[in-house]
């Protein structure tokens, strides 16, 4: 892999790098999709937080996508990581939303949620990698939590794929801001990362 | 002279009397008697202010539901939740109901907080007495849904207390007789000088839905349609937003 550096538009990311991030990034959330269904009925309570806080986080993460791809302040090139992202987090809900309808309980629609943005979220192209990064980071950081805490290897491998997902995710709005990052950030205990998205979920 | 003055007179009072025999039958003519209006519990504040002349009967939209079907004389049937209206309307007892508005959870401790509760994740490592409404109570319903949806369940073992409805659990923490308990958010404001509100995550919010309908065997179903046409338009859901309630979700309709 080649160091990043600011390309044309600013987003810092090389075109080999970027186009490696789109496929996998498209590619876990298939995997994805495809493990949410298979393993619905082993959920425990605990299992299922952690698919209801991700469910959330994902049409959060979609909203800030279409947000950004709105707002068009990270430049032309930028547009394809952006729409892959909102895939992905597309990608990501319909694969939790099937956890939890499999498990017997009633998936969160994205029309529950009344997603809040500070006013000037989205005004500059560094405004919105920082959204975006303080989106991504603390459900990560969850789903790192997830990867320690379940027992069930099937769902062990879903939430390392969603790790994977978002790892990827955060990795190109990291790269793109030009600055030393720590690309993952501590694994965050349910309650910490919830609170930290609390103020965006509304 | 004298016998037109006399003319005059009776000509006077004759006009008099019909005057106040119109008005009289004007008055019972546009006089409606009040409605019977059954109603979840948590919109004792709400509908009072909005129209204070009707009757109503407030209490578990699961009480409500079994008194209507037992034949109680409702005209409005106004639930907490859409299986309690939906299980009338399938048996024929109630006119197809609406959806008018949505409500949220919220975790109340007294104002001491001798629990020292400021997350839900509290309930978990603390030692509490928890209040909460039956299972059979809406709001009984949501909080299992909320607990679930956050890994809490094992905190039921810490309630001490399950009540017949929402005002119920409201009064036992405002008075200092359980640590905690969970409403609607609703439910929080008219007590806000006795409790404070520890917020539930959106994530972890059920889906809570008001539906109101007219009672099939009603005398009023005209004026009972139009008390609710009333709650369903601009002036009635402002009412309800200021009394905290939410509008309803496009997916709702």
């Known amino acids: ?18 186009r490696r ?31 209801n806080f991700g469910l959330a986080a994902a049409y959060l993460a979609a909203d800030y996508y279409a947000h950004a791809l709105e707002a068009d302040k990270l430049g032309a090139d930028a547009r394809r990581t952006l729409r892959s992202g909102r895939a992905a987090s597309r990608s990501q809900a319909r694969a939790l939303s099937d956890l939890i309808t499999g498990a017997g309980d009633t998936p969160a629609a994205s029309e529950d ?30 789903y790192q939590s997830a990867v320690a805490a379940v027992s069930e290897s099937s769902y062990r491998v879903l939430y390392a794929s969603l790790v994977a997902s978002l790892g990827q995710q955060v990795g190109a709005l990291v790269g793109s801001v030009g600055e030393r990052v720590e690309t993952f950030p501590p694994a965050l205990d349910l309650e910490r990362a919830s609170d930290a998205l609390e103020g965006y979920l509304g | 002279m004298r016998q037109a003055r006399h003319r005059v007179l009776a000509l006077g009072l004759a006009l008099v009397v019909a005057a106040l025999a119109a008005t009289d039958a004007g008055a019972r003519s546009t006089a409606t008697p009040p409605l019977t209006i059954y109603a979840a519990a948590s919109l004792t504040e709400v ?15 699961n009480a409500l539901e079994t008194q209507i079907r037992n034949g109680a004389p409702a005209d409005i049937f106004a639930s907490a939740a859409p299986l309690n209206t939906q299980r009338l309307f399938k048996v024929g007892m109630v006119d197809k109901p609406v959806t008018f508005t949505a409500n949220r959870l919220a975790l109340i401790v007294p104002k001491s907080n001798p629990a ?17 409404a039956g299972p059979a109570v809406p709001v009984g319903g949501y909080t299992l849904t909320v607990l679930k949806k956050m890994g809490l369940s094992g905190v039921l073992s810490k309630v001490v ?30 007590v806000s000088d006795q409790v404070t509100v520890v917020k539930i995550p959106a994530w972890a919010q059920p889906r809570v839905r008001y539906e109101i309908a007219v009672v099939s065997k009603s005398p009023n179903k005209t ?17 309800l937003k200021n009394a905290g309630f939410l509008p309803v979700p496009k997916t709702s309709t």
């Open chain 2, 47 to 61: 509908f009072k202010a909005l129209d204070p002349v009707q009757n109503y009967s407030f209490a578990g939209s």
């Open chain 2, 116 to 132: 020292g509760i400021k997350s839900i994740y509290d309930l978990r490592s603390k030692p509490v007495k928890l209040v909460v």
């Open chain 2, 223 to 239: 004026a009972a349609q139009a008390w609710i046409n009333a709650l369903l338009s601009a002036k009635g859901q402002t009412a």
């Open chain 1, 113 to 142: 949620f009344a997603f809040e943005w500070p006013a000037k979220a989205f005004d500059t192209a560094a405004a919105t990698r920082a959204t975006g990064l303080d989106v991504l980071r603390p459900t990560l950081g969850a």
């Open chain 1, 21 to 51: 991030t789109l496929l996998l990034a498209t590619v876990s959330g298939l995997v994805v999709a495809g493990l949410g269904a298979r393993s619905a009925e082993a959920a425990t309570d605990d299992e299922l937080a952690y698919a």
């Open chain 1, 1 to 18: 892999m080649s160091a990043a550096v600011p390309d044309r538009h600013g987003l810092g990311i090389d075109r080999p790098v970027r």
């Open chain 2, 161 to 190: 207390s399950r009540e017949s409805d929402v005002k119920a659990v409201t009064g036992k923490v405002a008075l200092g007789q359980a640590d905690a308990g969970f409403v609607y958010v609703t439910d929080a404001r008219p």
